[in-house]
């Protein structure tokens, strides 16, 4: 093998070790599993994990449009990113379930904690829902477009009511 | 690599012996007690192409960009008065699924309407056609030297620069980590020759042991990456050779492929490749593998080639694919002077998906090459594509 030949091989593999760091798992896209689930206040973690939940479904969009890989590996890939969104929906019913529980320390009229627990309570049960639902395999994307809507609709229904606008996310 | 080489051969005397192995062994898997599952799909695609006609008009290379159907010397300026369109892209696909006690059966067949056009009626085509059976995968499907999730989301089909081909294989996948694996794979061993002297590239059939693959693959949060090695024997015994004299020349590739997220829905994807059994691999065939000289010598071609998308979405429903892909070959002096030397794509385009089934996009193309006497030439085109996914 020529010596040229050989420099560019050795320079492919320096740039493979470069990019497989770029390409780890150093800055996760997804919040840790480990985060602290106790902050409903201002930027809620709730709302983060509704936001991964949208992001999940964006990404199962694209991968009905990709032209190059088979049916057999976008069904795989369609697969992983469905238990993601279990996943998701999971932690989201945990956060749920932290902010029933930080109702107490609001400054909330008593008629006024009932509906903050209420929709603190449906959020819980549809993010149940969407989870049982990925999570059995039979989560078909309309079933999953209409568990994301019906989550986003307990979110925004909450923060239209309880959340100072200043520290709006969504 | 000797020995790599002699193991190669073993295998390859011993070949309908494994397939007929195989073949029981998925056979027995396949539990007739257990439901298999069937479904169906692809999309119907319509392009409409706007743009200068290729070298000689020819259907094929109207339809779709075909490197030497790019004219060369036609002194002609961009040129949009020419419009055609088809169909021919679009897909059916049948798959079952079962599991069975050593792993999911998956079966796979697909088609288009993408083989050599005449007239306006489109002759079928076999894309893929395949089994896995757990980390094993019998059958025709894209060659495992490439990383499919890194080609580029073009609708005027592939940039120049990338690999991608697809023929028979025998794979088996093997997880090293919980993020990454290795795949070895026998593939089908198909030459392109330049007999000197003469104007085409001719292929020649697969009596070779078969082109070994090694592909070392890794995901995470931020995407993946690929590197791949690639063993071939390229050889004028097959039997469409017109030379009375054999010979054989073992060549080697690698190729770095990836896709890196860089946003929420964002993401570089990108393509390195290199070596002397790379031509048939890359650059849709543009290339031949070897030059055979007047003396009956085969000359290995050295290829360089590369291919960087990155896509943007600009909201979830609407995205943007910008790429730019290069390739050159460096083949033998005795080589008809004639045959392409460099070529390279960009592409741009806006996709909309309204919605779950139906996309609508407009694309950019300028391709360009070069001879190896130097001459050039190029083509723009716009393309508008609706797809419907079924």
């Known amino acids: 093998m020529p010596g040229h030949c050989l420099n560019r091989y050795l320079y492919c593999l320096l740039m493979s070790c470069l990019v497989a760091g770029c390409a780890g798992d150093t800055a996760p896209l997804e919040p840790d599993h480990n985060a602290d689930d106790t902050n409903s206040g201002s930027i809620s973690l709730h709302a983060v994990m509704s936001e991964q939940l949208a992001l999940e479904n964006a990404r199962l969009h694209v991968l009905l449009f990709d032209l190059h890989r088979t049916e057999t590996v976008l069904a795989r890939e369609r697969g992983a990113l469905v238990a993601r969104i279990a996943e998701a929906a999971r932690r989201l019913q945990r956060g749920a379930a932290v902010i029933t529980a930080s109702s107490a320390s609001l400054a909330l009229a008593p008629v006024e904690v009932d509906r903050f627990n209420a929709l603190a309570l449906t959020l819980a049960s549809r993010a149940d829902t969407l989870a049982d639902r990925a999570e059995a395999g039979t989560l078909g ?21 309880y959340r100072d606008p200043g520290n709006q996310r969504r | 690599m000797i020995s790599l080489y002699k193991l190669i051969h073993s295998l390859v005397d011993r070949f309908p012996v494994t397939v007929v192995v195989i073949t029981l062994f998925i056979g027995h898997s396949v539990s007739l007690a257990e439901p298999l599952q069937f479904s169906a799909g692809g999309f119907f695609k319509l392009n409409v192409l706007s743009g200068g006609i290729s070298a000689g008009g020819n259907l094929n290379g109207d ?14 300026d961009a040129d949009f008065s020419h419009l055609n369109s088809h169909a021919r892209e679009s897909r059916l696909w049948l798959r079952a699924v079962q599991d069975t006690p050593l792993g999911r059966l ?38 495992t030297f490439t990383n499919t999730s890194a080609l580029a989301d073009l609708n005027s089909g592939i940039a120049v620069g990338n690999v991608v081909t697809r023929h028979r294989q025998l794979r088996w996948q093997q ?15 198909l030459n392109r020759l330049h007999f000197a002297g003469e104007a085409a590239i001719t292929g020649t059939g697969d009596r070779r042991p078969p082109d070994l ?15 791949s090695a690639l063993v071939r024997e390229i050889s004028t015994t097959g039997p469409t050779a017109p030379s009375l004299q054999t010979d054989s020349a073992i060549g080697t590739a690698v190729s770095l492929a990836g896709r890196i997220a860089t946003g929420s829905l964002d993401n570089l994807r990108f393509m390195f490749n290199h070596g002397n059994a790379l031509a048939r691999y890359s650059t849709l065939s543009t ?61 741009a385009n806006l996709i909309w998906t309204p919605g779950r089934r139906l996309s609508v996009g407009i694309e950019f193309l300028h391709g360009w090459r070069s001879l190896l006497n130097g001459a050039d030439g190029e083509l723009q085109r716009l393309q508008l594509t609706t797809r419907i996914n079924f």
């Not at chain 2, 894309?127 to 894209?142: E, F």
């Not at chain 2, 694996?181 to 061993?189: K, N, T």
């Not at chain 2, 693959?213 to 590197?227: A, F, P, Q």
Request: charged share 25%.
């Open chain 2, 63 to 76: 339809s779709e960009l075909w490197i030497p159907d790019i004219p060369v010397d036609d002194g002609a």
């Open chain 1, 141 to 161: 994307p309309e079933q999953l477009e209409a568990g994301l809507a019906a989550i986003d609709a307990t979110c925004n229904s909450c923060h239209a009511l």
């Open chain 2, 287 to 347: 290339y031949a593998d070897a030059t055979v000289t007047p003396a009956g010598e085969i000359e290995l071609a050295t290829l360089s080639s590369a291919m960087i998308a990155w896509q943007h979405f600009w909201e979830p429903r609407w995205r943007s694919t910008f790429a730019f892909s290069y390739s050159r070959a460096d083949p033998h002096g005795t080589s008809n002077r004639e045959l392409t030397r460099d070529s390279r794509s960009a592409h």
């Open chain 2, 175 to 189: 997880p090293m980590t919980a993020t990454a694996s290795i795949s070895v794979a026998l593939e089908e061993p």
């Open chain 2, 213 to 227: 693959v090694v592909k070392i693959d890794r995901t995470g949060n931020r995407g993946n990456i690929s590197l």
């Open chain 2, 106 to 143: 998956e079966a796979l067949v697909e088609g288009d309407l993408d083989a050599d056009r005449i007239d306006n009626s489109h002759d079928p085509r076999l894309r893929h056609a395949y089994i896995v059976l757990g980390r094993l995968l019998v059958g025709q499907t894209y060659t």
